[in-house]
């Protein structure tokens, strides 16, 4: 996914009055259900015909039906998207408010890709070797591929480990055909 550099400065704001109002979950959940809001009536929040107000009005209303309020600084900040015109980065803000959140409290953000779900056992072992390269705690953002098969797939950092059973598959294959170049 392409981060936007605007996205990426209002969601620094956003973290930052968080951080400073000691909470970071419950900006993210905001930011979690504005995005569900947005996303299930897309159509109506993209109209240029109805003014900014009448929109943040309509999300504080569906809010409150989810037993949700919003503070004055996320009123602001809704504000100050739609009068912008950038709703549509909503998502994009969401996730990389998420992403500095998790650099702010010192740890490594990482993605792992498992065939199944995975074990404690499995996550404390991919969590030490995460550990021992980044030198900060991992939060992982887990995806099953069941085409997998078998293993699992970490990248952080620009680190990559790839003990699945598909990656050992092409590592013999690349093997294989260096070792009939060489013959």
């Not at 952080?156 to 050992?168: A, I, N």
């Amino acid at each position: 996914m392409r981060f936007s550099a605007v996205a990426g400065r209002y969601a620094r704001a956003l973290l930052n009055v968080a951080i400073e109002k000691e909470e970071e979950e419950e900006y993210l959940r905001f930011l979690d259900l504005v995005c569900q809001i947005y996303e299930s009536s897309r159509e109506l929040f993209d109209n240029p015909i109805l003014k900014p107000e009448k929109k943040i009005s309509l999300i504080k209303e569906i809010m409150k039906s989810f037993g949700q309020e919003m503070d004055e600084f996320q009123e602001r900040f809704l504000t100050l998207v739609f009068e912008r015109k950038r709703q549509k980065l909503l998502r994009n803000i969401r996730d990389l408010f998420e992403y500095e959140k998790i650099l702010s409290e010192q740890k490594v953000p990482a993605n792992l890709s498992i065939a199944h779900s995975p074990e404690d056992e499995e996550l404390s072992l991919l969590r030490k070797f995460v550990r021992k390269y980044a030198l900060k705690d991992p939060v992982f953002d887990i995806s099953i591929d069941e085409s997998l098969i078998a293993g699992a797939l970490v990248e952080f950092e620009g680190f990559r480990l790839d003990t699945t059973v598909q990656g050992r598959l092409k590592r013999i294959a690349r093997e294989a055909l260096k070792r009939g170049e060489m013959s």
